[in-house]
């Protein structure tokens, strides 16, 4: 779907800008018109000539030509782009980005860029971590931009963590998806939850989970970037509203997400129930701190909480989809089978804690669609960008019509 496409490709000073060279022969290969914009330091680490000659096009570094005066206008190239792309993104040139410093030609065009802004940060891991980068990276969220979020591994310090740029293959399915798929979702409501609930047992205890809402985030993040009108129904989590058209919903309990979604699923058109809710609360929360004292070990007395996904399920009208999620540790598919059954669910995203690199507290995810008819659907691991798109490509072209 890149055929055609005008792609503005900036790079920056980082050790990952080798990996511009594979990613500007993605694009030119699936037919897209490249511009490569350099950062001054960019040049240190890959040669301009190297991009020109894949791209079939003259590298830009300067406002001007060195050699004919010629001016490379910003504004220009801000009209022709369909999408911007800046691959490696530094801590230095998000910051520039985030605050306006238009010091360079990648900046200004930037911000002259009328055209979606996709950014692919690259740094070490405390730099990543650093409140000052996760501010930056927040508010370039705020202003419409999608940030493909770095993945974790061996870094050019040797260190190991988060901060290695996505892959050149990662980032090409990133931009064909969003032209792919255009405003498949237009005029639709769908409601999602997401990360974890918790429960309470005295003023300072709760009983919760390990999810972190990355998952139940980046379906919203999907839904809203295919022209969706996203509920977000979100447990006590530290993530940022993903852009769009979003109406976040922030809960604690299981009773809290429960009663929030009963009273926007009237209005929805599909529901995503993506959160892991506690099962079990509390039936006695205590007023006061228990103490460690006590003789005796407390008692602490549960009770079954409201079953959300199931609720939904009994009260849906014709043309109203439901999607529930299963995370299992044994006997996963006749689990999540189960699930679908019981909760009247269309479809069923069911991953394993067995498998690596899937579930809680990570980037990727592994899952397997089981629907209502008997399909099933096996996928590879991947980010939970790419796996968010998984899912809603079948939820629109299974359940809503849109081939």
């Not at 060279?21 to 030119?28: D, I, N």
Request: proline letters at 4%.
């Amino acid at each position: 779907m890149l055929k055609g496409k005008h792609i503005i490709l900036g790079i920056t000073g980082g050790i990952a800008a080798y990996k511009a060279a594979s990613l500007t022969r993605l694009l030119v290969k699936a037919g897209a018109e490249v511009q490569v914009i350099m950062t001054p330091n960019a040049r240190e680490f890959i040669a301009p000539v190297t991009l020109s000659t894949l791209s079939g096009k003259p590298v830009i570094t300067e406002f001007f030509t060195a050699n004919t005066g010629q001016w490379n206008s910003h504004v220009d190239l801000g009209l022709w782009a369909d999408a911007m792309v800046v691959a490696p993104a530094t801590a230095s040139t998000i910051a520039k980005m985030a605050t306006g410093v238009a010091d360079n030609m990648l900046v200004t065009t930037y911000l002259s860029a009328k055209a979606p802004v996709f950014v692919a940060p690259a740094m070490d891991l405390d730099m990543f971590k650093h409140p000052t980068t996760q501010r930056n990276l927040q508010l370039l969220r705020s202003y419409g931009n999608f940030i493909i979020e770095p993945a974790a591994g061996e870094l050019a310090s040797h260190l190991v963590g988060k901060g290695r740029m996505e892959e050149p293959e990662n980032i090409f399915k990133v931009l064909d998806s969003h032209f792919a798929h255009g405003c498949d979702l237009a005029g639709r409501r769908v409601l999602i939850t997401a990360g974890p609930t918790r429960e309470k047992i005295d003023p300072v205890r709760y009983i919760g989970n390990f999810s972190s809402g990355k998952m139940g985030f980046a379906l919203a993040a999907e839904c809203a970037a295919r022209g969706a009108e996203v509920t977000l129904v979100a447990g006590p989590v530290s993530l940022p509203t993903p852009q769009g058209c979003i109406e976040r919903i922030d809960v604690t309990s299981a009773q809290q997400m429960h009663d929030a979604v009963l009273s926007r699923f009237h209005d929805a058109d599909a529901a995503i129930m993506c959160a892991a809710v506690a099962d079990y609360c509390v039936e006695h929360v205590a007023e006061t701190k228990i103490k460690r004292e006590r003789d005796a070990v407390p008692v602490i007395r549960l009770k079954k909480n409201p079953d959300i996904a199931k609720a939904v399920g009994e009260i849906k009208r014709p043309g109203q989809v439901t999607v529930g999620f299963a995370l299992e540790t044994d006997h996963e598919e006749q689990n999540a089978k189960s699930k679908l059954d019981r909760k009247h669910l269309d479809f069923i995203v069911l991953n394993s804690l067995r498998d690596k690199d899937a579930g809680f507290q990570t980037d990727t995810n592994k899952i397997k669609i089981i629907q209502r008819d008997g399909r099933v659907r096996n996928y590879e691991c991947k980010l939970k960008s790419l796996v968010a798109r998984d899912i809603v490509d079948v939820l629109v072209k299974d359940y809503f019509g849109n081939k």
